[in-house]
């Protein structure tokens, strides 16, 4: 089974830290994908990557950044954490040789309360 | 610019009866629509794709349709029971750039018993 893994189930951090999240996925997946769900907002795509050090912004990339140096780990930062980036953040891969890439393999998520 | 709907927040229904749920998008041309099932406190979890070109797939107690004239897809639970009971995704994806898929808000099921 494929298995993405977040570092953290919950996270509490003051504003104005820098935040690192940290998702490992162990199928050699090409893409990876960052997300924040909210209720009534749904999941929105944050940054995803569909290779080693490359990056591409998703639809709500202000105050985030990401790192993928290796194929099996992208992370996530919160360059200067604010009250308003308190949310579920969830990390997904997926691989173009199964079903064109479409299908994605979720972690279990990081709950993040910024105070 | 693109959106997608899902039907009211919450379903209950009684354990046994079909649940149907549904899909509308706008300003979006899908060539795949996707559905996954959320637990509380844990990830979404892929459920079924259909296609474009495909009007309806099943598994198991599952089916889905995809109209694309209408700009629906319908998702069925047939049978259901109290561990159906879950929140509900419907996510859409491009042709080109398949791998970047946008997802809907969720229906939350809750079957009783």
């Known amino acids: 089974d494929v298995k993405v893994t977040q570092s953290s189930r919950y996270l509490v951090k003051r504003t104005g830290e820098k935040v690192f999240l940290e998702c490992v996925q162990d199928?050699?997946?090409?893409?990876m994908f960052w997300y924040r769900q909210d209720p009534g907002l749904g999941l929105r795509l944050i940054y995803f990557?569909?290779?080693?050090?490359?990056?591409e912004k998703g639809d709500i990339p202000e105050g985030y950044s990401v790192s993928r140096e290796k194929k099996e780990r992208f992370s996530l930062i919160l360059e200067s954490a604010s009250t308003n980036q308190t949310s579920m953040y969830l990390c997904a891969s997926s691989s173009p040789g199964l079903a064109g890439g479409i299908e994605q393999f979720f972690g279990p998520g990081t709950r993040l309360t910024v105070l | 610019s693109q959106k997608i709907e899902q039907n009211s927040e919450a379903l209950n229904i009684q354990e046994g009866k079909t649940a149907t749920l549904t899909c509308n998008y706008t300003?979006?041309?899908?060539?795949?629509l996707q559905w996954y099932r959320q637990d509380p406190g844990r990830g979404p979890v892929f459920l079924l794709l259909i296609r474009e070109n495909e009007k309806e797939k099943r598994k198991e107690r599952l089916k889905v349709t995809f109209d694309t004239t209408l700009k629906q897809s319908l998702f069925h639970i047939t049978a259901s029971q109290p561990a159906d009971s879950a929140t509900y995704l419907c996510a859409l994806a491009p042709n080109t750039n398949a791998g970047k898929s946008t997802f809907g808000d969720g229906t939350t099921l809750t079957v009783k018993p």
């Open positions: 199928m050699d997946h090409e893409n």
């Open positions: 300003n979006y041309s899908p060539a795949y």
């Open positions: 990557s569909y290779d080693v050090k490359m990056k």
